[in-house]
């Protein structure tokens, strides 16, 4: 009997899996779309300024106009502030409480204001966002908004948001689990799964069958030049590091300029009007110019002038706390590298410039990997938006040498780092019930409880643990239950500290060194 209710619920989540997707698919190729477009007006407005002072006055004031309305945003709503990612990761954690229509309606329109006119931000975190918002708000909606159930559709419906951005639905399950949920629980991959899917087809409706980038090569990339993956994945794994350290340490570099928070992003807006003038081609998120890398020529000091330009105004527009994200940023900056290390190479004489796409591809995923600490993300992500399964070994060598870099130099992962800088809802925190909320938390192979039996097990007073997950199959824990690597325990924690009770259980349950 018990099977079968857990059943019907997985059913029942799955279906709202799949609503949630439905809308959030909408909302995101709306979104998405809109971007898009207002891209294009501005880049043509930028480039006709060129010859018209007058109107380069008047975009001067439309974006301290924009500013205004983008800070009154940010000041009714603070949590829509950056790309969003950080706010659900404390969202799923229990560290936060949110209003769905609030950050809905407000990130939306504060995102399209801000990327719109071509700051160097992405669109996925906003989607992202957007997408858990939906997902929350079809949890109230539909009365399923207690506990586990509504942290799932949240998960379910950022999955949805990344998988409408970037037409990659894999990719957007995948960093869910990897990134923003931290769990590979079942109910929630399957939920997510469904709802990634379900937003995808409404992408793909919206903006065909067309990978979102579509990176030409002629060449997959011989075995006798993997030699340079090794390079430059440690290169990567520098950069990578740096752009951890530029980013956090932007706030307080904006703090510098003693203008309130929510209104900082008139620098960056002001700031694009001359940039915008001088490489209307080079503004905004990055997607048309990783397409074109290979067209401007083997110019190194180009390469290098672009990814300076990049790397800058990024850590400027997204340094001011508007709503905005990283990921897409990153990949370019990450194809930017790629492409300086391929002409460098082939000037030296070491490889064929042919390969230069290639590397652009890799060095994409790599960069990725390595500043979001999510290589699985990050390979399966440049897999479906480049849509090629011949890249695999490649991405994945280069993911890993970047990744183990970041890791050697105790670079942390940067949503996570950026979700510690916000303020959390303390208060939420502490006017719960004792135990009303579920945490699933997996058991490692090599844990310090494997082969122990519960009883002897020093759990935390502020946890029931109610079941033992082997498999499929359920077991009542009881004191003579022996643990083993790869079940999962079901606990039952107050949810307004359910994040500290999970941070005391990962210390409880590390592996052995």
Not at 301 to 328: A, C, D, E, K, Q
Not at 494 to 507: C, I
Request: charge should be positive; hydrophobic fraction near 50%; aromatic fraction near 10%.
């Amino acid at each position: 009997m018990k099977l079968a209710f857990n059943d019907n619920e997985k059913l029942k989540l799955t279906l709202e899996g799949i609503l949630v997707g439905v809308l959030s698919g909408l909302v995101v190729s709306m979104f998405r779309w809109t971007i898009a477009h207002s891209l294009k007006m501005f880049q043509g407005l930028y480039i006709a300024a060129r010859t018209n002072m007058a109107l380069v006055v008047g975009l001067v004031g439309l974006m301290v106009i924009i500013a205004a309305l983008v800070g009154y945003l940010l000041k009714k709503e603070p949590n829509i502030s950056g790309s969003g990612i950080p706010q659900v990761e404390a969202q799923l954690g229990g560290e936060m409480q949110m209003n769905w229509w609030s950050i809905l309606w407000r990130k939306f329109v504060g995102g399209i204001l801000s990327i719109g006119p071509g700051l160097f931000l992405g669109r996925e975190g906003p989607s992202i966002q957007l997408g858990a918002a939906v997902g929350q708000g079809v949890g109230e909606l539909t009365h399923d908004n207690v506990g586990v159930n509504q942290r799932v559709l949240i998960a379910s419906g950022a999955a949805a948001g990344l998988s409408a951005a970037f037409s990659a639905p894999i990719a957007g399950a995948m960093f869910v689990l990897e990134e923003v949920y931290h769990n590979f629980s079942p109910l929630v991959w399957i939920t997510s799964l469904a709802s990634a899917v379900s937003a995808n087809l409404i992408a793909l409706y919206v903006f065909g069958l067309q990978p979102v980038l579509q990176v030409p090569y002629k060449y997959s990339l011989p075995v006798k030049y993997y030699w340079h993956l090794i390079i430059l994945g440690i290169i990567l794994g520098l950069m990578g590091r740096l752009y951890q350290i530029c980013t956090l340490s932007m706030p307080a570099v904006f703090s510098l300029t003693r203008l309130p928070r929510y209104i900082q992003g008139i620098i960056p807006l002001v700031l694009i009007v001359p940039l915008g003038m001088m490489v209307p081609q080079f503004i905004g998120g990055g997607n048309e110019i990783i397409i074109s890398l290979t067209k401007y020529g083997p110019s190194l000091m180009l390469m290098i002038g672009l990814f300076i330009i990049r790397f800058v105004y990024s850590m400027i527009s997204y340094g001011s706390g508007v709503p905005g994200g990283i990921f897409l940023p990153i990949l370019n900056l990450g194809a930017v590298i790629g492409a300086i290390y391929a002409i460098a190479m082939n000037q030296l004489g070491l490889l064929p410039l042919y390969f230069e796409s290639n590397l652009i591809i890799f060095a994409m995923a790599g960069y990725f990997a390595c500043i979001g600490k999510a290589p699985f993300t990050a390979i399966i992500l440049v897999t479906e938006m480049v849509g090629s399964l011949k890249h695999l070994m490649p991405l994945a060598v280069l993911s890993l040498v970047a990744y183990i870099v970041v890791d050697l130099l105790n670079g942390a992962p940067i949503y996570e780092a950026l979700k510690e800088r916000l303020n959390l809802n303390s208060d939420y925190l502490n006017r719960v019930s004792k135990f009303n909320d579920r945490l699933e938390v997996p058991i490692y192979e090599g844990s310090s409880i494997d082969g122990k039996y519960i009883r002897d097990i020093p759990f935390p007073k502020d946890i029931l643990v109610v079941s033992v997950y082997r498999g499929e199959r359920q077991l009542i824990p009881r004191g003579d239950t022996l643990i083993k690597a790869g079940d999962r325990l079901v606990c039952m924690v107050n949810a307004g500290q359910r994040a500290k009770v999970s941070e005391k259980l990962a210390d409880l349950f590390k592996t052995m060194d």
